[in-house]
């Protein structure tokens, strides 16, 4: 069969996006992996699904795969492609939409400067909830956080752990440039203590108002940027008392900027949304 799709990108986080309220779509992991293959399909990081919502009060379903073809719960890039996506193409008229995810509903506001504003909800910050193993660990306290020790190669690797809907162990490094992001990221992603495995931030704070952020995402390796991974760093610098709302994340691809007034107080990310081309693929039958 032959498969409408849109690519877009979020600061260098790029993604197929796909109506699948006006056409058939029902793929195999294995298909989706296909078409997010650089040198064999589309290529992205992610792919976003647009379907019917299954509440009357909601706009839009939304449903994410990562490039090794797993559904995941949340993308926060995706979810600013995702509403310029719906108004691009005709599907709404609204500039503010309500989508549900696997982790909840998010509410994306399209800026009359062109960015979208994602309202992405309140951080999971319980080690059970994100989920995380604490068994047999000892923490320590900074600020209002509480980091704990992971054993990466044999150092212990001090992380805050923070579920933006998906889970997220954050570190400080003195130079993201030179951090272990590719050698440590796979180890720390597939980490026995995180069951349903984890993208791993690597965090430099420059001021206040300001990191830069470098995330190795589950299920799709090191990204240009992270949207949930902007989300969780900036949660982990405000508990840990080094940053103070709101703050720019300078990413690999571009900088997004997120806002958190702390307790359960929603995060609120801003950042580009762009179109990159339109194109219509064939679908290989795969097992």
């Known amino acids: 069969m032959k498969l409408k799709f849109t690519k877009m990108h979020g600061a260098g986080n790029d993604f197929v996006v796909i109506d699948g309220i006006n056409q058939h779509v029902a793929f195999s992991a294995a298909q989706w992996k296909a078409l997010a293959d650089r040198r064999f399909g589309i290529g992205a990081d992610q792919i976003l699904v647009v379907e019917k919502p299954q509440t009357p009060s909601i706009d839009f379903r939304y449903r994410i795969y990562n490039a090794d073809g797993g559904e995941v719960e949340q993308c926060g890039n995706g979810s600013r492609a995702f509403v310029k996506f719906v108004i691009d193409k005709g599907l709404t008229d609204k500039q503010a939409i309500r989508v549900e995810t696997m982790s909840g509903v998010i509410e994306p506001v399209l800026e009359s400067d062109g960015r979208v504003t994602v309202d992405m909800g309140a951080p999971i910050l319980q080690p059970a909830d994100v989920p995380f193993s604490t068994q047999g ?3 320590r306290t900074e600020g209002n956080d509480i980091l704990w020790p992971l054993d990466v190669n044999g150092k212990d690797l001090w992380i805050s752990v923070v579920s933006m809907g998906n889970p997220h162990a954050v570190q400080v490094v003195a130079d993201v440039e030179t951090a272990p992001v590719l050698a440590d990221g796979p180890l720390i992603e597939h980490h026995p203590r ?5 993208n791993a931030g690597f965090m430099q704070v420059l001021d206040r108002h ?3 952020l470098r995330v190795f995402e589950r299920g799709a390796g090191e990204t240009l940027a992270c949207g949930t991974g902007a989300c969780a760093a900036v949660v982990a610098g405000i508990r840990r008392g080094l940053l103070d709302s709101p703050v720019t994340v300078s990413t690999r691809g571009g900088e997004l900027s ?3 007034e702390g307790g359960t107080a929603p995060v609120r990310m801003t950042g ?5 081309f339109d194109g219509e693929i064939e679908i290989a039958q795969l097992d």
């Open 194 to 198: 995180f069951p349903r495995r984890v």
């Open 210 to 212: 300001r990191i830069k």
């Open 258 to 260: 997120i806002a958190w």
């Open 272 to 276: 580009p949304a762009v179109t990159v």
């Open 137 to 139: 660990l000892q923490g």
